[in-house]
């Protein structure tokens, strides 16, 4: 995803080290004291409590361009999503707009998704929902007012042969972005919608 082949050969020479802070972690995904900040999120909605170590995870992948750590982050998603006994026909991630995207280079919901699908057996489909209109600022807006400058922000295609889909994300906040989302999805036909993110924010 936008990388070279150059950037390819030096992810697979670098020894994976904590996915928030670089350190050595024996492959797991936290060094111990990263490890110690993190907190599971009970429930099916999300793997991690947001906050500590994977905040610090998430903000690297999306804003630090460290897009190595979509496949690790997506690795355990998938994992989650294996437990949780998730049965859905395709994998759809929350798509970005096309501008902010193109700022980004990257969808990192895509990054996540992409291992989460290949462990689930389903296609990954990055064209059925598409944002239509760039996310407004959210963060001083009441529920309500979220939900209405959402409102008409993605559409969907329809898919009869894949009627229960998984949409992933990398973190939920209030909730609105995936209930928009969903909308869209139920309106263009699906059956099933399922959430699944990397992070709750509660
Ligand atoms: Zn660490």
């Given at each position: 995803?936008?990388?070279t082949i150059?950037d390819?050969?030096?992810?697979l020479l670098?020894?994976?080290?904590c996915?928030a802070?670089?350190a050595?972690?024996?492959?797991?995904?936290?060094c111990?004291?990263?490890?110690?900040?993190?907190?599971?999120?009970d429930?099916p909605?999300?793997l991690?409590?947001?906050?500590?170590a994977v905040?610090?995870?998430?903000k690297?992948?999306k804003?630090?361009?460290?897009?190595?750590?979509?496949?690790?982050?997506g690795?355990e998603?998938?994992?989650?999503?294996?437990?949780l006994?998730?049965?859905?026909?395709?994998?759809?991630?929350?798509?970005m707009?096309?501008?902010?995207?193109?700022?980004?280079?990257?969808?990192q919901?895509?990054?996540?998704?992409?291992?989460?699908?290949k462990?689930?057996?389903?296609?990954?489909?990055?064209?059925?929902?598409?944002?239509v209109?760039?996310?407004?600022?959210q963060?001083?807006?009441?529920?309500?007012?979220?939900?209405?400058?959402?409102?008409?922000?993605?559409?969907?295609?329809p898919d009869?042969?894949?009627?229960?889909v998984l949409?992933v994300d990398d973190?939920?906040t209030?909730?609105?972005?995936l209930?928009?989302?969903?909308?869209?999805?139920?309106?263009?036909g699906?059956?099933?919608?399922?959430?699944?993110?990397?992070?709750?924010?509660?």
């Open positions: 995803m936008g990388s150059l390819s050969i030096l992810e670098a020894p994976l080290g996915a802070c670089d050595p972690s024996e492959g797991a995904l936290f111990n004291t990263c490890e110690a900040t993190t907190q599971m999120h429930g909605l999300g991690y409590e947001y906050g500590g905040a610090d995870a998430i690297r992948l804003y630090e361009g460290r897009t190595d750590l979509g496949a690790r982050l690795a998603l998938a994992e989650a999503a294996l437990r006994g998730r049965r859905v026909d395709v994998v759809v991630p929350v798509p707009h096309p501008l902010r995207r193109k700022e980004r280079g990257y969808n919901s895509a990054l996540l998704a992409h291992p989460v699908a462990r689930l057996g389903v296609p990954l489909d990055l064209s059925r929902l598409r944002r209109r760039p996310a407004p600022p963060a001083e807006l009441s529920q309500f007012e979220r939900r209405r400058n959402l409102e008409g922000a993605f559409e969907a295609r009869r042969a894949r009627p229960r949409l973190v939920c209030t909730g609105t972005t209930s928009v989302a969903e909308d869209a999805l139920y309106a263009a699906a059956e099933r919608v399922e959430r699944l993110v990397f992070a709750v924010a509660t």
